[in-house]
């Protein structure tokens, strides 16, 4: 048996590297809660001891927090006012608006539950598309992407919720009669969706996903087909009707300008007709178009070689992608 080399050296850390770091804290479960559930830090609450990114420490009673004097303690986040919302939805206090450095980085100072100052800094990225959609019922639309799609809420609730995929977002519900501060997102009584196609690539379990579709009693407007137009024989693509109960009951979108809307007689279709499954990218795999099931006043299931009439009414379209 090999016995393990008890004199082998640990490598120390570099000479000026920060090793320890004492947190003051009035409630250490409270600070414990704040740090993880902001910064996704590892806590230890039997010794209130914690682990950040290359660092350990500890948060102590002993020591008297400092809200405007003494060193400041900067954080690096991944992403800027979702960071925000949860130091206030957990207890901590902002300190006036972000100040972009340099068009590199975002910083700005916030107060932890205990009042300690610290800072948080966020790179500045080029601008990236956020879709949202309104629908009628924001619960059941999110529950049918995460189960359908594998995303994961990041807000929850009845007017609006946020959908990731791998910590990444990607789509936003919002109810379509609740104003906010933005006002109204869609017209209830515009046609929903026209024109408009979501599409999430990368979608590595196509199969399981089609099966799940199945299992979500969705119906299938296109089944699962090869891009013709694409020259990797082995890439297939999916289009598909996102779920009925936001989309009838319903998914709108703001992708036609309401003035628009205001101008179209009342009952004729609209000239953009929805984007096909054979249209899609080329780098994707196989195709279905999908619709949930029909509940009282949902349309019925749109065949998707139906004339072009047929399908401008009432949805907005969602595709799968899967790039082997």
Not at 80 to 103: I, S, Y
Not at 125 to 148: K, N
Not at 181 to 194: M, S, T, Y
Not at 218 to 231: A, D, G, K, Q
Request: aromatic letters at 6%; one cysteine or more; glycine letters at 10%.
């Amino acid at each position: 048996m090999t016995r393990p080399d008890i004199h082998r050296r640990v490598q120390p850390p570099p000479h000026g590297q920060v090793g320890y770091l004492q947190l003051p804290a009035l409630d250490v479960a409270r600070s414990a809660a704040f740090y993880q559930a902001v910064f996704g830090w590892s806590v230890g609450l039997g010794h209130g001891s914690f682990e950040a990114p290359a660092m350990i420490g500890q948060w102590t009673t002993d020591l008297k927090p400092a809200s405007s004097a003494g060193p400041v303690l900067w954080i690096c986040a991944d992403e800027l006012w979702p960071t925000l919302d949860k130091v206030v939805g957990n207890g901590g206090t902002g300190r006036g608006r972000p100040q972009l450095d340099n068009g590199e980085r975002w910083l700005v100072e916030v107060d932890d539950p205990a009042g300690n100052r610290i800072g948080i800094v966020v790179l500045a990225r080029t601008a990236r598309s956020q879709t949202m959609i309104a629908v009628r019922e924001v619960e059941a639309s999110s529950r049918w992407y995460q189960e359908l799609l594998g995303l994961r809420s990041d807000h929850g609730g009845p007017e609006y919720e946020r959908l990731l995929a791998d910590g990444d977002l990607v789509l936003q519900l919002h109810d379509i009669g609740t104003e906010h501060h933005h006002g109204p997102v869609a017209d209830p009584g515009g046609a929903v969706g026209n024109g408009v196609l979501l599409w999430f690539g990368d979608v590595s379990d196509f199969d399981g996903v089609a099966a799940r579709a199945e299992q979500l009693k969705t119906t299938v407007v296109r089944p699962p087909h090869r891009n013709p137009s694409n020259r990797v024989n082995d890439r297939r693509h999916a289009a598909a009707l996102p779920d009925v109960r936001s989309a009838d009951s319903g998914a709108a979108s703001r992708a036609t300008p309401r003035g628009n809307q205001r101008r179209r007689r009342r009952g004729s279709p609209r000239t953009a007709t929805p984007r096909r499954a054979s249209q899609g990218p080329r780098n994707c795999r196989g195709s279905a178009a999908l619709n949930t099931p029909k509940s009282p006043g949902t349309v019925a299931p749109i065949d998707a070689n139906a004339p072009t009439s047929a399908r401008q009414r009432g949805r907005s379209w969602i595709s799968f992608a899967y790039i082997p």
